[in-house]
């Protein structure tokens, strides 16, 4: 065992304590109510960051919730230049009342721990800090030049990280930015995930008469903005999840055989698949595998839709509106604003006189890959072999992290995507958890990634 595969393995409970009262804070960027608790998790990160001797640690308000900065940059000039980059902001909890234990009052069990943020994105930020103390405390210094940051406002789609980067592109330059926020591709099995997609998503509003109505007096007479709002979403998909959206496709980049032929060769289970999701059958674009189609293929869902009555029992109303939340994951090269503009187009083609609809673009981000040949990405194989004991595997991943985008233009600076989270960690719903293999694994691997790194 290496010294500092000694130190991890000898503060591991300390490790694991620590990440406990980093996950008590409800950190939720998207809750007005919970503002204060996205400044405290921030605050802890700070001082975090100082205990393991992290310098020029600062926090940077911004309009929204602060990100938080710091540095270590003694390795040389000929070393290079990392800046890790994450998220300590978490989703919301609802529905609250599926949580075997309240999201933010940790819980270890059979190896795991739940939490809200457990995987996404606080454990695995963690791992980095640690990793940063594994090195300073056995060494008293770092093999590269390691700049971190991390940010409050990932989940409701980083709106003012963009502006912060290009208002401090000196102290972000960097050679390569390094994210943990991403899965493996199977428990004991690493990997490596070079590519994103990107997110354009999208808000409908129908509104038809100008109060609810009783469903007697005015049914049959009076269009129903539900059942309007049903036809339009029927219209976006056709039965061979085809998007139906007028130049939806035009800027797609087709599968390569070769990638294809790649992500034949993943372990993948059709069967296992469904029976973990309990369901009877797939649904997804023709022509494609589910590989494909939750990864590198562009993809439409409703997240959500409201209108009329939801309470118990029955109540006769015509509503005067109803809604929907709809996202797109893009792929390469499609652009989330004009995504945005085609879906604008495409609904007030297809919407009938008799209601009003009002579309909103809420946000978005581009689609992002790493070229698998960078060099930044062979020391990562490396340290994940090394840490795991078997050769990792390559694929893409079907969320999206709209930042990394941002990062490549302008530093010019390609992500590695190093995730240590499971598919089946819950992340964005009720039980989230972290594999706790997984964490300490992940911290094995990420210092051990540094000293490769030395080496590029
Ligand atoms: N960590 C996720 C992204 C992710 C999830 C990558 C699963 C790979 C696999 C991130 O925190 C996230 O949830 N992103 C959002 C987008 C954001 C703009 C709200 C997403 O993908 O929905
Ligand atoms: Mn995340
Ligand atoms: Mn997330």
Redesign the pocket.
Known sequence: MSELDKYIDKNKNRFLEELKEFLRIPSVSNEEKHADDVKKAANWLRDKLADVGMENIKIYETDGHPIVYADHLHAGNDKPVILVYG?YDVQPVDPVELWNAPPFEPVVKDGKIYARGSA??KGQIYIHVKSLEAHLNTNKKLPVNIKVIFEGE??I?SPNLGKFILNNKELLKSDYVVIS???MYEKGLPSICYG?RG?CFMQVEVTGPNRDLHSGTYGGGVDNPINALAKLINQLKDNDGKIMIDGFYDDVVKLAKKERDEFARLPFDEKKYMKELEVDGLFGEKGYTTIERVSARPTLDCNGIWGGYQGQGAKTVLPSVAGAKISMRLVPNQNPEKIAELFEKYIKKIAPKSVKVKVTYL?G?MPSVTAIDTPAIKAAVKALKNAFGVEPVYFK?G????IVNTFKEVLGADAILLGFGLSDDN??SPNEKFDLENFYKGISTVTNYYEELSKI
């Open positions: 998220h996404d994105d990932e989940e789609g926020d991403t899965s994103l997110l946000h981000g991943e969320g999206s992290i709209p992340i964005h």
